[in-house]
Nanobody
Framework: QVQLAESGGGVVQAGGSLRLSCTAS????????MAWFRQAPGKERELVAA????????YHLNSVKGRFTISRDGSKKTVYLQMNSLKPEDTAVYYC??????????????WGRGTQVTVSS
């Protein structure tokens, strides 16, 4: 069974940075598009960033463009989310997700357990 393990969350002051990592196991990593979602209390889950398995196509939510960057390392079976200039509204549980195929568009069938990111003002 596919396993996704997130790490790197924590508490940071506004304007600070964090890098989230998601390491996949029991998966042919280079055959899966990867994504980061987040869910804040009382809000619906939203897609923050996504990357195709070939890494030639990425998506970033408008509110994080220029601040967050998704990337992947096939040799480590890991996808990253570099988050800079963090804002209190970025506070949420961040989830890693995977879907088979190159495109990042569509439903994601595999999910990690999430990592908490808290940005204090």
């Amino acid at each position: 069974q596919v396993q996704l393990a997130e790490s790197g969350g924590g508490v940071v002051q506004a304007g600070g940075s964090l890098r989230l990592s998601c390491t996949a196991s029991r998966i042919r990593f280079n055959a899966y598009a990867m994504a980061w979602f987040r869910q804040a209390p009382g809000k619906e889950r939203e897609l923050v960033a996504a990357i195709s398995y070939s890494a030639d196509s990425t998506y970033h939510l408008n509110s994080v463009k220029g601040r967050f960057t998704i990337s992947r390392d096939g040799s480590k079976k890991t996808v990253y989310l570099q988050m800079n200039s963090l804002k209190p509204e970025d506070t949420a549980v961040y989830y890693c997700a995977a879907r088979e195929g190159d495109t990042w568009r569509g439903l994601y069938g595999y999910w990690g357990r999430g990592t908490q990111v808290t940005v204090s003002s």
